[in-house]
């Protein structure tokens, strides 16, 4: 078992800059690939990113690649998101999720989630 903690969110404006932390605790979290996940009333849940277990391998979803950046911290059992360059159509529930095995897009595949921040850009 996995328990996983995001805090971080907030209300910005367009350009702002923002972290966001997932705190793992219950087993080490390098077990795990992590993932960022973000979702809007409305649409899907969709991953941002993603980063091996180790941290060597990550992924980006389009629109946000150049402007986030995903990394963990193994000995913390911390994972972040920066989030650079923000933009009102960022605005979401963010979400972290673990999973056993390689990073994976669909989030059917993470076995283990977090109760999600809130972030809020305006224009």
């Known amino acids: 078992q996995v328990q996983l903690v995001e805090s971080g969110g907030g209300l910005l404006q367009a350009g702002d800059s923002l972290r966001l932390s997932c705190a793992a605790s219950g087993r080490t979290s390098s077990d795990y690939a992590m993932g960022w996940f973000r979702q809007s009333p409305g649409k899907e849940r969709e991953l941002v990113a993603a980063?091996?277990?180790?941290?060597?391998?990550?992924y980006y979803t389009d629109p946000v690649k150049g402007r986030f950046g995903i990394s963990r911290d193994n000995a913390k059992n911390t994972v972040y998101l920066q989030m650079n360059s923000l933009k009102p159509e960022d605005t979401a529930v963010y979400y972290c999720?673990?999973?056993?095995?390689?990073?994976?897009?669909?989030?059917?595949?993470?076995?283990?989630w977090g109760q999600g921040t809130q972030v809020s850009v305006s224009s």
């Open positions: 980063i091996t277990r180790m941290g060597g391998g990550t």
């Open positions: 999720a673990a999973r056993r095995g390689y990073l994976a897009r669909n989030p059917k595949d993470y076995d283990y």
